[in-house]
């Protein structure tokens, strides 16, 4: 797994949210109390003098990990976040992952709306999926969150208003060029916190968070920070291979993505 310059990566992460904040009338970022997640709301707190300046959306179908609970509303007292959490429903839809699929691409839906956001910060990295290595770092969606990826602009920051639907809005990507071993060492160098679970507990953790339904945890021995990059740095098996909706063909990630999943 390559590891890059932290520092070219931080600037130009923190270079991308300022810009968005700058550049939107009304911005959000989504949040799943996971490390990719937290990462960028520590990126965010650093290009703000440590206050994040824009609401913070989860999406909570209620039956996430208990410790992800805790960890939600340690984090956002501690960190004085405007937290907006959006219920979803749980109920059958295309991938058959009613709890983490197009369900909660539902819910966004109706908090975006309801709140008139026209951008969203979100932690996605090029490196976790086939189909997210297909995204833009300012990716327009239209007024029904679909995207469409094989009719994508190039990167739209000089011009994202004449490619965005009035009805629809912006994703921002400010993690995109980051990998896996990055956000560790990221994470490990400004001692950001993390939700317990990706901590081994009787030879077990999850390297990849999801709710209790869909999510498994992976053998590992690693304890802490130190130990989670140094099992990286040999490790074949995948990052999300504990995501139970990843293991699903390509075209069902790449259907639930055109319609607006995170």
């Known amino acids: 797994m390559i590891k890059q310059d932290l520092n070219e990566l931080e600037s130009k992460s923190i270079y991308i949210i300022r810009e968005a904040r ?20 520590a990126l ?3 290009a703000f003098l440590g206050k994040i300046p824009f609401p913070v959306i989860h999406i909570d179908n209620g039956i996430d990990f208990p410790e992800t609970y805790k ?19 749980i109920k059958p839809e295309l991938s058959g992952f009613s709890c983490c699929g197009s369900n909660k691409t539902e819910a966004l839906k109706e908090v975006m709306s309801e709140h008139n956001f ?17 995204e833009r770092i300012f990716s327009p969606r239209d007024q029904s969150f679909k995207w469409d990826y094989k009719n994508q602009p190039e990167e739209i920051w000089n011009n994202y208003t004449s490619s965005l639907d009035k009805k629809g809005h912006i ?5 995109l060029d980051w ?33 209790t339904h ?40 790449e259907k639930l993505r055109s319609l607006g999943y995170m």
Request: aromatic share 8%; hydrophobic share 35%.
């Open 22 to 41: 700058n550049k939107f009338k009304n911005i959000a970022a989504l949040w799943s109390m996971g490390k990719d997640s937290t990462t960028m709301l």
């Open 44 to 46: 965010a707190r650093k």
């Open 71 to 89: 960890f939600r509303e340690d984090l956002a007292k501690k960190w004085n976040l405007d937290l907006i959490v959006a219920k979803s429903e």
């Open 118 to 134: 026209d951008a969203l910060i979100v932690s996605i990295r090029r490196d976790e999926h086939g189909i997210r290595a297909k």
């Open 171 to 175: 994703r921002v990507h400010p993690l």
């Open 179 to 211: 990998n896996e071993i990055d956000i560790w060492n990221y994470i490990k160098r400004e001692k950001i916190p993390i939700n317990p679970l990706y901590i081994s507990r009787n030879n077990y953790r999850y390297r990849s968070l999801g709710c």
């Open 214 to 253: 869909c999510t498994v945890p992976i053998k590992s021995n690693a304890k802490n920070v130190n130990e989670i990059i140094k099992e990286l740095e040999t490790t074949n098996i995948e990052e999300r291979s504990g995501r139970e909706q990843d293991k699903e063909k390509e075209y069902v990630m």
